[in-house]
Every structure is written in structure tokens, then in C-alpha cells.
């Protein structure tokens, strides 16, 4: 029987009695994850008996929800953070102690779960911690990937991916909720019918699929509310057809439920070839149609069928396009299910969906070919028609003549499906996700749609959940925090201003210096016994670690790092700081040139541990296979953080935020939130290098850069660029690398060189790594810059963000 109270005896009681009946031993015959599964099934139970309390006062509840959907979510390991935000941190640790268990030996083996990649996941589970927290009502809507993105393991010097089954052990918090099962069509003909005088549409032939829900719980810290992360999975609505099998056709017996269930295996499928982009928008369009479909059924239970009502009760909030097509398959349920009118239809729809923004590239704002949604989606597309129909005639009002600026405008265009026209035209709200990035957005990205509705936009800077960030990941610094200034600041994380004197004290910081030198040796001992590496925690801890792509810069920091092994090597007296530069980031499977910097990364490894004198005062470390549990250890122990995207590429970032709350110091372009980091932290403590936004922006629009007159004047730039097509770094294949090369310096590929401007950058940022080692080598200023960047980084938690996107955007109580 689950226990019914969690006091300490209870709880062990609990843990005992689970792996006497599931696994038939006591604990010390037990393994880890046997252990681990006790325990975590003793939470859950926990978990449930206050979730189904929630779950009786939500059946009558008739204020507004949200609908969070997001195509990812990186939450990472659920087990400590539960226990956390249920605050029994302390009654579980005393069991399992009393037991003979630590954390440290049963948290690994719980599985990461496959539900997200990067920063566009990690924000929306700090955001769901934040809504529970808030006892704010919603619900986050994504796919149940069953093999996630990829697992990436680092062979030979370089990326091999390899599948991530973290469900083959099963998923101890998520329950199906079958239910709730809907069917998703795909493909088909539409026809029309005449029904009471008005015309209905629907789909005939084509396929069904199946979406099932599972729902995970999400527990607020200190709070009543449980919200869920609903997960769709997809199945075929039909059974093996037993005939075709016993026949001997085997594959084709279960042909349809392999169709079905490829939508939910894996994340971000390669979309470089038909039938990969044809999986993706199957994708995108199975989270929207379901959701959509199960938020409609709970409406109409809890207020029947005035959809009138709609908008006061229900907003879905789009993360990102990805789940854009939510606008056209509400405008479809609502008229071809609910009887409602075009007009009165697209009239609830734009009230009821908000939209958030993360990129300003053009080439990640999502477009379809339009045969593909055609074929696809053809009701949809029919309502996609119309929409724009209906939209081109309304700027052709207000922009007579003006054919280039409409088609710039439109859903439908130039053969493709532009999702980002569709979500910033049919949404009452868009954000960004900073400062910077909401004028970039206003001035530039949405300017047309701007100047024709300035009130629909504004900007909701990022935040982290410090709880998992802070108090789980770094308990050694959260409790000096509480023991310096009390505990109110984990209910309001900007109290951590009142750290600010202790800057100047020096028993202070000398506590503080202890806890940052213990979280290093903890992340060394963790990546030796991971990867076989061994690290001097008596260097500084310079730190990278994000999706790879070429606006991120990793050249840019790995060129460095080049130059100065060249400097070691060159000059006898030149002499720095020790430095460990660590790297965390998986590239796409099919980014050629991004799976080329992590060749080039790893072979500077390679060419720096083969020289004692370089090896002295440089090492590379690349995380393999870097996710959430890794940077739970890694983040407490870093030093130095690397923000390196090139100005007005980068929305905002979340990763800078988490190193600075964990007293790491910043060296980054004026981009994203690095903007509202340098103010809140000061310029003396934070590196800021490199062209603005606008500097940047004026060098695209006068195409005036020229990388190879850096080339030319810049002898050690000239050596480094040499050095990677010459042998140096690849003797039985100089040539690898001559992509690098040749698009940093030479217009290639029908685009400019060195379109991020690595090069053009670089002078600047070796100036600023010069301040950064000058600086480090006095260790009391170092301290204080790394407290003083704890002490303002109160204003990035997400439950400010979460906060102002209530107050501002979704309105719930």
C-alpha cells in the first residue's frame, strides 16, 4: 500500500516495502537503480496524493487556463527537483542516509529525459517550475519523443549519434491518460456538404493517427498547485492486419502503425531531404491538433458550448512557430466541429493565441512548401487560403500599391508557408525574449507588422528556475546565501542584492572561494570517472557549453584558444594564467560545417596535449553528450562564461543567466540578455567585446567587410587559419578542415565570408580574454566580480518572467 504520511520512518518504510515486492530483495542486495525506482516511486506517491487533491478543487474551477506548447522540453532529471519543491529535501536525505544511500548514488540512474535539445526547452520547463510555483493554472503541451534528439558520442574525433532510448526502462512519473486520446487526419480529400443551410467541410481517406496522452506532474515549490506536461505519443488507430502477416508480408502487415508512430520517435528529424520535412510538419501539426482538440473538450465540460466565452477562459501560448499551426486547426475546429462562422471563428482564434519569438534568423523562421501542407493538411491549407485571402486584402487598405511589402507580410507566398507571418498576424500578443531582441524584433524582423500594430508587441526578458539552478545544483553557495542574508530570497530571488556588501568581506569570500574550488574537484572527479579525462582544478574554468552553431561562435573561442597554443609555442617567455576551456554542444546531424568546429576543437585537443610546455598552461575538455544532469555539475564550477554570439543573433540565452547566479563572470557581445546582464552586474564586472547590434546590422547592409585584409595584417590570425588546412592539425588529411577556412575568408556557397564575423571580432576579443587573465591573477577582485554576480542576478529568475508574462500577456488567476 503507498504510504499515506511521509515522515522519516514512513518514507523508509515506503523505499523497503517497494523493493521487497517489485524486485524481491532487501536494499543491501539492491542495486542502484533498483534503489533509485523505490525511491522515486515513494515520491511519486507523495506526488499523487496532492495531485489528486488538485485535481478535485481544478474540476470546479472556472477561471482561465494556459496552454504551453512547445515543440521541446528539456527538463532533465525529475527526482531531486520533486523532492525539492515538495520541501522534504531534508526528511528524505535523513532516510536514505539512515538507510545507508546517498543522492550521488542513486540520481544517475534515473534517465534524461528525450523531450528537448536547448535553450527554446530549458526555458519552457523553468517556465512550467514557475507557473506551479505561482499557482498559476496550465498545462505544457509536446510530443513523447520515445528516442529524444540523439545521443552523441565523440569517436575519433568527432560526432557520432547514436539513439537515446530513454524510455527503456519506462518513465516512473508520467501516467497515460488515455481518455483523452484524439485523432489526428492527415492527407485526404476535402469535401463540402450542405448541412441546415450553411456549407461544412470535412476530410475523407487519408490517414488517422492516434494521439494518446501522458502527463507528467510539475510541482511548485511551496504550493498547492500541480500542474502537467502532457506528452502526445502517436499510434495507428488500427490493428495489425493479421491476414497480410500470416500471408508472410510482414512488413506491410505493419505498415500503418509504423507510419504512425515515426511522428513521435524522434526530436528535430533532419529535414534536408522531402521526407524529413514531411515528418516534421506531420509533427508540428499532431502537438496542435491534439491539444487544441483536448483544450476544446475541457472547455465545453466546464462551460458548454459558448465559444464566445473562449477567449476568457483559455489562451494557448505558441513557444516559438514550431507550433503555429494551432491557428489555422483552432479556426477548423471551431467552424467545421462547432458550427461557428468564419468571421466569429477567426475572431476568438486571434484573441485566444499568444506568441512568443526566439530567433531572429531569417533562415530559422519556419517556412513549408506549399504542395507539402497541401498534401498534408488540405483542409488546412484551404484555411490558410482564406486567412491570407482575407489578409492581403486588408494590407492592400493600408499599403495601396504596395505589392513587394504585402507579399513580405503574407502567410502565403513565393511557394511557401511563412509560419511567422501567420503567428505575428492571428496573435493579440508577441514578445521577444529581451530587451534587445523586442527592438530588433519592432525595428527589423516585424517592422511592417509593427508599424500596423505597435500594441501587439513587447519584449519579457528570460529567466531560469533558481530552485533547480541555485539551491539544488549548488546547495554549498545557497547555504552560505542563507546563512549571510537570511532564506526570503528564495521566495524572491531579488533580495540576493543584499549579498552586495559581502563583496567587500573577506571571511565572506573566503568562503565562497572554498565552495567554488569544492564544485570544481566535484566536476573533475565527474568527468574522469565519465570520461576518462583528468582535469587541474587549480586552472580557471573557462566554459562554453550550447547548441552548436555557427552565430554561437565556437570558432570564434576555439580560434583563441589556437593563438594562444601558437604563442606558448612561439615564445619561450610568453607565460598566462592555467586555463581549462570546456566545451558542451551537439550539432545537427546534418550541419556540416558545425560538425567541422567540433572536428577542429577536438584536434586542438589533441595538438595541445602532445606538448608539455602548452599542456602546462592550456587543456580543451568537450563534454560528451552534454545535457541537463551534466550541467547541474558543471555550471557550480565554471569561472569564466563564454557568450559569444555575434550582436543581434542571439534572442536572449538562458545559459549566461545560470552561470552568473553560480558566481561565474561573463565575457560576451553586447546580444540578447547579456545586454541586461552587463547593467545589472556593472562594467567592471563583465568582459564586453566585439561590434553592437547596429554595427553589425550596417556591415550586412553595406556588405563593406572584407576578412581577408584581417587575414593579410593579422600575422597571428594568418598562422592560426594556415595551420588548419597545412597538416598541422590533420596530417593524413590536411584538407578536412578547408571549409572552415575557406568560408571565413572567401565569398563561398553563394554567401558572404565569414558571415558572423569571427574574424572580424576576433582583435576584441583577445583584448578582452588579456583583461580577463590580468584580472584573475588577483583572486580577491576576481571574488568579488564573481559575488557581485550573484548578488544582481536576482532579476532572472523565471518566476519574474513568468509573472510578467501573466500580468502583461495571459491575464489567469
Not at 654 to 674: E, S
Amino acid at each position: 500500500m503507498p504510504a499515506e504520511s511521509f515522515d522519516k520512518e514512513s518514507i523508509k518504510q515506503s523505499i523497503l516495502g517497494k523493493l521487497q515486492r517489485y524486485n524481491g530483495k532487501v536494499i543491501e542486495e539492491a542495486s542502484p537503480a533498483q534503489i533509485y525506482h523505490a525511491v522515486a516511486s515513494t515520491v511519486r506517491d507523495q506526488i499523487m496524493q496532492r495531485w489528486v487533491k488538485y485535481r478535485e478543487q481544478d474540476r470546479d474551477y472556472t477561471g482561465k487556463r494556459l496552454y504551453y506548447m512547445s515543440i521541446e522540453f528539456l527538463i532533465g532529471r525529475s527526482l531531486y527537483n520533486n523532492v525539492l519543491n515538495l520541501c522534504s529535501t531534508q526528511v528524505y536525505t535523513q532516510a536514505l542516509t539512515e538507510l545507508g544511500v546517498s543522492w550521488q548514488e542513486i540520481m544517475p540512474s534515473e534517465p534524461e529525459p528525450g523531450l528537448g535539445n536547448g535553450g527554446l526547452g530549458r526555458l519552457a520547463a523553468c517556465f512550467l517550475d514557475s507557473l506551479s510555483t505561482l499557482d498559476l493554472p496550465a498545462m505544457g503541451c509536446t510530443i513523447r519523443y520515445e528516442y529524444g534528439l540523439f545521443k552523441q558520442k565523440l569517436t575519433d574525433g568527432q560526432q557520432i549519434e547514436l539513439p537515446d532510448d530513454w524510455l527503456s526502462n519506462g518513465n516512473v512519473w508520467e501516467m497515460p491518460a488515455t481518455e483523452d486520446s484524439v485523432d489526428i487526419q492527415f492527407e485526404g480529400t476535402v469535401v463540402s456538404h450542405e448541412i441546415a443551410g450553411r456549407t461544412v467541410f470535412s476530410v475523407e481517406g487519408g490517414r488517422v493517427v492516434e494521439a494518446v496522452p501522458y502527463d507528467m506532474p510539475v510541482v511548485g515549490h511551496e504550493a498547492d498547485t500541480i500542474n502537467s506536461l502532457r506528452m502526445w505519443r502517436a499510434r495507428s488507430r488500427t490493428a495489425m492486419d493479421f491476414g497480410t502477416f500470416s500471408s508472410g508480408d510482414y512488413r506491410n502487415a505493419s505498415l500503418e502503425q509504423d507510419l504512425a508512430s515515426i511522428i513521435s520517435k524522434v526530436l528535430y528529424p533532419e529535414d534536408n531531404h522531402y521526407e524529413g520535412k514531411t515528418l516534421r510538419l506531420s509533427q508540428h501539426y499532431f502537438l496542435a491538433s491534439a491539444t487544441l482538440q483536448y483544450a476544446l473538450k475541457d472547455f465545453k465540460r466546464r462551460f458548454g458550448n459558448d465559444f464566445s466565452k473562449l477567449p476568457e477562459k483559455v489562451v494557448f501560448h505558441i513557444n516559438d512557430t514550431h507550433p503555429g499551426f494551432a491557428i489555422p486547426e483552432l479556426m477548423r475546429l471551431l467552424m467545421d466541429q462547432e458550427g461557428l462562422g468564419w468571421d466569429e471563428a477567426q475572431l476568438i482564434t486571434t484573441r485566444c493565441i499568444a506568441y512568443t519569438n526566439h530567433t531572429v534568423m531569417q533562415e530559422a523562421l519556419e517556412r513549408w512548401p506549399e504542395d507539402l501542407v497541401r498534401r498534408q493538411l488540405p483542409r488546412i491549407y484551404m484555411i490558410l487560403e482564406e486567412m491570407n485571402r482575407r489578409l492581403c486584402d486588408m494590407l492592400w487598405n493600408k499599403f495601396p500599391g504596395d505589392w513587394d511589402r504585402i507579399a513580405h507580410m503574407a502567410v502565403l507566398a513565393y511557394g511557401q508557408v511563412h509560419m511567422a507571418n501567420l503567428c505575428v498576424a492571428f496573435s493579440y500578443s508577441v514578445n521577444g525574449v529581451s530587451r534587445l531582441h523586442g527592438d530588433i524584433l519592432k525595428k527589423d524582423t516585424f517592422n511592417n507588422y509593427y508599424q500596423l500594430s505597435p500594441d501587439k508587441f513587447s519584449y519579457i526578458t528570460n529567466g531560469i528556475t533558481h530552485r533547480r539552478w541555485l539551491l539544488a545544483c549548488n546547495p554549498r553557495l545557497a547555504g552560505l546565501i542563507n546563512e549571510a542574508i537570511g532564506t526570503s530570497w528564495q521566495h524572491n530571488t531579488q533580495l540576493l542584492e543584499a549579498l552586495l556588501p559581502y563583496a567587500d568581506d573577506p571571511a565572506f569570500l573566503e568562503q565562497f572561494a572554498r565552495i567554488k574550488q569544492h564544485n570544481k574537484a566535484n566536476f573533475a572527479q565527474w568527468i574522469y570517472h565519465r570520461q576518462g579525462i583528468k582535469l587541474d582544478t587549480e586552472t580557471m574554468f573557462d566554459v562554453q557549453v550550447k547548441r552548436l552553431h555557427e552565430y554561437k561562435r565556437q570558432m570564434l573561442n576555439a580560434l583563441h584558444i589556437h593563438v594562444l597554443y601558437n604563442r606558448i609555442m612561439d615564445d619561450p617567455s610568453f607565460d598566462m594564467v592555467p586555463r581549462t576551456f570546456i566545451f558542451g554542444a551537439k550539432s545537427s546531424p546534418g550541419y556540416v560545417k558545425a560538425k567541422l568546429i567540433i572536428r577542429y576543437i577536438l584536434a586542438l585537443a589533441r595538438l595541445i596535449d602532445s606538448s608539455p610546455r602548452a599542456r602546462g598552461m592550456l587543456k580543451i575538455l568537450f563534454i560528451e553528450n552534454y545535457n541537463v544532469s551534466a550541467a547541474e555539475i558543471l555550471i557550480p564550477s565554471a569561472e569564466l562564461s563564454e557568450q559569444l554570439s555575434t550582436a543581434g543573433k542571439e534572442a536572449s540565452g538562458t545559459g549566461n543567466m545560470k552561470f552568473m547566479m553560480n558566481g561565474a563572470v561573463t565575457i560576451g557581445t553586447m546580444d540578447g540578455a547579456n545586454v541586461e546582464i552587463s547593467e545589472q552586474a556593472g562594467q567592471d564586472n563583465i568582459y564586453i567585446f566585439g561590434m553592437r547590434a547596429d554595427m553589425v546590422n550596417t556591415m550586412y547592409q553595406t556588405g563593406g567587410y572584407s576578412p581577408i585584409s584581417i587575414y593579410e595584417k593579422n600575422i597571428e590570425i594568418r598562422k592560426a587559419l594556415t595551420q588548419m588546412i597545412d597538416g598541422t592539425l590533420f596530417p593524413d588529411n590536411p584538407a578536412l578542415l578547408q571549409m572552415l577556412y575557406h568560408d571565413l575568408l572567401f565569398d563561398g556557397h553563394g554567401g558572404t565570408p565569414d558571415p558572423y564575423f569571427v574574424l572580424k571580432d576576433f582583435g576584441s576579443y583577445s583584448m578582452a580574454q588579456r583583461r580577463v587573465d590580468s584580472d584573475y591573477q588577483d583572486k580577491e577582485g576576481w571574488l568579488k566580480k564573481s559575488v557581485v554576480n550573484t548578488a544582481m542576478s536576482g532579476l532572472f529568475s523565471s518566476d519574474r518572467s513568468i509573472a510578467e508574462y501573466n500580468d502583461a500577456i495571459w491575464h489567469l488567476t
